[in-house]
């Protein structure tokens, strides 16, 4: 189901129930976005405040070098147009403050300087050489910033500006080859930051959906359903439309588990879920709240019946839970509960609770009896800030690997080693063609064949490499010789090449940040920008300083640009990882995390010969709980449950929530005592938390640890942890009968 599609109100986003979102769908959604930067962790100011420093940068530089020249080198007017970008950088952070989503604020940030620097840079004369460098700051702000859709036809744009005012003022051959490197070198860069922040929004887009999606039924979670809430009330102000929610909860489905095996209540649980999604219009979000209980959020739509498509949700649920399990009572107490104007979401969800609990009532009138009076507000959790040890864990895991220089997939090293190439056959191919074309008559071109050569090996090697798998550890050696590679070839070039070819040295630098990160990419920007300043200055062209010093700032803010944007990134998609793994409702572990978990302590295990163990917890009586309170209180307890036991589990135990009313603990204990130990805290700290929140109901919970077999698989180890739980129960009924 594609959930993205639910959570924005897309008519035709209904799907089937266990799809999952392709990279296209992704894709397409950040597509739709041409301007907005919370995709990829940025905040919506971003953009303003990037254009405001650009602008104070350029017109800083144009200022000074119309100070320190003379009418005869510089056009006066050029001053003029470097104080209007001062004086616009103000005007930008002003933009930011009042208007940071204002749809005509990217169109005026990407034009306004481009215009500026385009027109000003056909009144320099031969100082173009070194100004057209400034017209980089802002094609490479937008390469990075800005969605493939609006950065391609841009940087395009100013690519073949950037060529007509080199051509226009300067026609040698020296300077026709400066044209088609630099063009070539900016090309590059664009190409490879356009690239870089597609995986981005991708791979954010991706654990967005994960972090909204509950793992064993594909339908929306708990936090994904409160999200499209919120949205719909904000819509529902403007248009005046009525919100209704269908709130639903399986009849005597914990006997399912109970009776006959964890397994079968799952697919008891996947199977309702199937047969809900085909019953939902579109624009509909079907949602599983947790446990046994669903949810359906719908607007009323003229000549749409809501009764009667209640009456269907529960004949749906009946059939299919009849089919797959007859044995157990296969109704569903549905209610339907609508919006009230100017009704808060959390004010409506628990009047939507309120209705289950009543809905149940009358389904059962033999469980109608005088509710206990509570006091105080119950427990809550701020769902997307709640800081359990389950999403802490998480994220510290996710921004481990990024900081160790690491992407987080296999396939994301293959692309890095895709990167490493292009940054060896590019300059190839540049120098190969300006050689080839006679535009470089002093280069040594046997020994500036050879470095290609060596570039072209470098190059074809790291595509094969990236086939086989090779760790990423061999980066820095390819990254490395590729420099230096690139240096040889311009030192070879002969005096007029080594200035038309100098900007290839900057290449290696912001591959280097966006590979390793910015403190191990250090070196490679202090070779590559000094090796850079020594060729251009050492060349004796007109104005070599001030084009030495630009491209020097310009690698600088790049890298910084590179390194500040990664840093957001990669915590925005940390934090979105970490959500994908955590329960919505309690902050412990889904079973999404549970999973990974298990095959990591296995494996971890197995190194060192320890032993894996599972404290599968069940909450006796809970149904009591939500049958006597409210469906309110059931959560608050099922969040208390979920402190109390992290606070008795050790720091590196992670604590889930399997489902409904049960819990697991991951332990990797030194001794099997220990075990007993844990189990008897688990135990005491669920009936303290219990007793402190329905007193009348005075209940704990079925604990029991299961140790790992020699040469279990994690499949095989959770399964017989499970029944090893229901055999529990089923022993606790047996006893509690007699």
């Known amino acids: ?115 500026i620097l385009v027109v000003g840079g056909f009144f320099v004369g031969g100082a173009i050489s070194a100004l057209v460098l400034l017209l980089l700051f802002p094609v490479l702000a937008v ?63 991706a654990n967005h959906d994960r972090s909204i999606t509950d793992p064993l039924t594909g339908l929306a979670n708990l936090r994904g359903l409160r999200a499209r809430l919120r949205q719909e009330l904000q819509r529902s102000t403007r248009d005046k439309s009525e919100i209704v929610m269908f709130a639903i909860d399986l009849d005597d489905f914990k006997e399912v588990n109970d009776r006959f095996s964890y397994a079968l209540g799952d697919a008891v649980l996947q199977a309702v879920a199937q047969a809900l999604a085909e019953e939902v219009e579109p624009g509909d979000l079907l949602a599983r709240r947790g446990g046994d209980e669903f949810a359906i959020l719908t607007v009323a739509t003229p000549g749409r019946h809501m ?12 059939r299919t839970r009849r089919a797959i399990c007859p044995g157990v009572n296969p109704r569903a107490s549905v209610t339907r509960v609508p919006h009230r104007p100017g009704e808060s979401a959390e004010a409506f969800m628990r009047r939507v609770d309120d209705g289950l609990h009543d809905a149940k009532l009358d389904a059962h009138p033999e469980r109608h009896g005088e509710s206990p009076t509570t006091t105080g507000d119950h427990p809550q959790v701020a769902l997307d800030e709640h800081n359990s040890r389950a999403l802490a864990g998480a994220r510290r895991a996710h921004l ?33 063609f300006v050689v080839t074309a006679g535009l470089l008559p002093g280069a040594e071109r046997a020994s500036t064949w050879i470095c290609v050569l060596g570039l072209i090996a470098l190059g074809v090697g790291s595509l094969l490499i990236s086939r086989r798998g090779v760790g990423r550890r061999w980066l820095h050696v390819v990254v490395s010789a590729s420099l230096a590679l690139v240096i040889a070839c311009v030192a070879l070039s002969g005096a007029s090449g080594r200035y038309a070819l100098a900007e290839l040295c900057v290449l290696a630098p912001p591959l280097a940040v966006m590979l390793f990160g910015w403190r191990p990419a250090i070196p490679y920007v202090l070779i590559a920008g000094g090796t850079y300043a020594y060729l251009v200055i050492a060349s004796g062209a007109r104005f070599a300083v001030m084009q030495a010093a630009l491209l020097v700032g310009i690698l600088f803010v790049l890298n910084l640009l590179l390194q500040r944007g990664d840093r957001l990134a990669d915590e925005f998609s940390a934090a979105a990882e970490a959500m994908s793994v955590v329960d919505p409702l309690t902050g412990a572990a889904n079973i999404r995390g549970f999973e990974a978990r298990v095959e990591q302590e296995i494996a971890r295990c197995e190194a060192l010969g320890d032993e894996v163990c599972l404290a599968m917890i069940d909450l006796d009586r809970f149904k009591s709980v939500n049958d006597r309170y409210s469906h309110s209180m059931g959560d608050a307890l099922l969040i208390e449950t979920a402190r109390a036991i992290e ?64 040469q279990e698989t994690a499949a095989d180890f959770m399964a017989r942890a499970d029944e090893a739980l229901r055999a529990a129960k089923a022993s606790e009924r047996v006893k509690a009968s007699t």
């Not at 144009?62 to 104080?83: E, H, K, M, R, W």
């Not at 009764?307 to 009946?318: C, K």
């Not at 690997?401 to 692309?415: F, H, L, N, P, T």
Request: proline fraction near 5%; glycine fraction near 8%; aromatic fraction near 6%.
């Open 1 to 115: 189901m594609d959930l993205s599609g639910f959570l924005r109100g897309d008519p035709g986003a209904t799907g089937h129930v266990g799809t999952t979102t392709t990279a296209d769908d992704a894709r397409s959604r950040a597509e739709a976005d041409e301007s907005g930067f919370t995709s990829i962790g940025l905040p919506a100011e971003a953009g303003w405040y990037v254009s405001a420093a650009l602008y104070w940068i350029g017109g800083l530089a144009v200022v000074l070098i119309d100070q320190l020249s003379s009418n005869a080198v510089i056009n006066p007017t050029i001053g003029v147009l470097g104080t209007i970008e001062l004086a616009t950088a103000p005007l930008l952070l002003l933009g930011a403050r009042f208007a940071p989503d204002a749809p005509w604020g990217a169109p005026l940030r990407i034009l306004m300087p481009s215009i």
């Open 143 to 205: 390469a990075y910033m800005h969605k493939p859709s609006v950065s391609i036809p841009y940087c395009s744009a100013s690519l073949v500006a950037m060529n007509a005012m080199l051509l226009a003022h300067q026609g040698s051959d020296e300077r026709i080859a400066r044209a088609i490197v630099l063009t070539g070198v900016a090309a590059t860069l664009v190409t490879g930051l356009i690239y870089s922040q597609s995986r981005l929004r991708r791979a954010a887009a």
């Open 307 to 318: 009764a009667r498509f209640g009456d269907r949700i529960a004949a749906s649920i009946e």
């Open 400 to 432: 481990g690997r990024m900081r160790r220089g690491g992407r987080s997939s296999e396939g994301d090293s293959v692309i890095d080693w895709r990167m490493t190439a292009a940054a060896a056959l590019v300059p190839a191919a540049l120098v190969a």
């Open 647 to 710: 606070s008795v589990a050790r720091e590196d135990e992670l604590v889930v929530r399997r489902g409904g009313d049960e819990f697991v603990v991951v332990c990797a204990p030194n001794l099997r005592t220990d075990m007993d130990s844990l189990a008897d805290r688990i135990s005491e700290a669920i009936l303290s938390a219990r007793i402190r929140l329905t007193p009348d109901i005075i209940a704990g919970a079925t604990v029991v640890t299961v140790f790992r077999d020699d």
